[in-house]
């Protein structure tokens, strides 16, 4: 009896010296005043679209909040960190942040962006994790549905020999004279009509970068204000070219409204939101371009109004 209490008392004294060996770690606190919103836009896509996923945050004074971690991939979608967007303080004292990301899915079907969780540390230690839950996202294939049931290519078919009398062959010539010159005065009406007009939007925006230029003001140091100019010039021919209301919305308010109109293809706006999104992080960020980005920004501007212009097609 007694050598089995000696056993017992041991082995509680054992485990209170490994309980003190372990890390101590801050108790966590219910987060009072945190609000987390998420979203992504669009949630319907084709097999590669670019998904922009943005985490707002609203913290009370006095506790910081952690971005997620992650790898390459969250789920089934690969991920690319854009940064964070400048914090927002209100009146009563809390403060706003915004994470935003870029997801592509290369697979089809309905499937769902998990949810990510942002850390909170308060100023006495309390650690807490929150999230804003999960985002259904739908992705059809850029095949269409009937893709799938493509037949084999059927075999030449065999011509038997049949003799042209000379006179067919002069009618033939004759009717093809015709068939040219019909072709050559189409040709000419749709090179009239190809011809843009004075104000086309395209031809502004032209002559907007090439003003721009002009003032050479990133050998003069104003490289925000480059940026400035160059994303007013952009938002500005959208609103010509397409009727969307650019200039006095944010890039996330612009690409939705373009994905939900469908005025612009899945290239273009990826190429327009891929540059409106660097300039933001040069207009509010801080962040300080490198000069193949600034290079890059510009050519990425001529890119998008090239690809979008309205013009007759080629012949």
């Given at each position: ?307 979008t212009m309205q013009l007759q097609p080629k012949v």
């Open positions: 009896m007694r050598s089995a209490l000696l056993n017992a008392c041991v082995i509680v004294a054992a485990g209170a010296a490994c309980a003190s060996g372990t890390e101590e770690r801050p108790a966590a606190w219910p987060p009072d005043g945190v609000s987390i919103a998420v979203s992504a836009i669009p949630t319907r896509v084709t097999v590669g679209d670019r998904i922009l996923y943005t985490i707002r945050v609203v913290v009370p004074h006095g506790i910081t909040a952690t971005p997620p971690v992650f790898g390459r991939t969250v789920g089934e979608f690969h991920i690319r960190d854009l940064g964070q967007l400048p914090a927002v303080r209100r009146k009563d004292g809390s403060e706003e942040i915004a994470y935003r990301y870029e997801l592509r899915l290369y697979e089809t079907g309905e499937k769902s962006i998990p949810p990510l969780t942002v850390a909170l540390k308060s100023q006495q230690g309390g650690l807490a994790e929150v999230d804003g839950g999960a985002i259904a996202v739908v992705s059809e294939s850029v095949l269409d549905k009937d893709a799938s049931d493509i037949k084999d290519i059927k075999p030449p078919l065999k011509l038997a020999y049949i003799p042209v009398a000379p006179i067919v062959w002069l009618f033939a010539g004759g009717v093809a004279a015709a068939v040219a010159l019909a072709a050559l005065r189409r040709v000419r009406r749709k090179r009239e009509l190809s011809k843009p007009p004075p104000g086309a939007p395209h031809l502004i925006a032209y002559e907007e970068l090439a003003q721009l230029l002009a003032m050479n003001l990133i050998a003069r140091g104003r490289v925000k204000e480059y940026y400035i100019r160059i994303s007013g010039i952009v938002r500005r021919y959208v609103e010509r070219r397409f009727g969307l209301r650019a200039p006095d919305r944010t890039t996330e308010e612009f690409l939705a409204e373009a994905s939900a109109s469908g005025l612009l293809d899945p290239r273009a706006r990826t190429l327009v939101g891929d540059f409106l999104e660097q300039c933001d992080m040069v207009k509010f960020a801080r962040y300080g371009p490198t000069d193949e980005e600034i290079n890059g920004a510009y050519a990425a501007a001529k890119r998008f109004v090239d690809e």
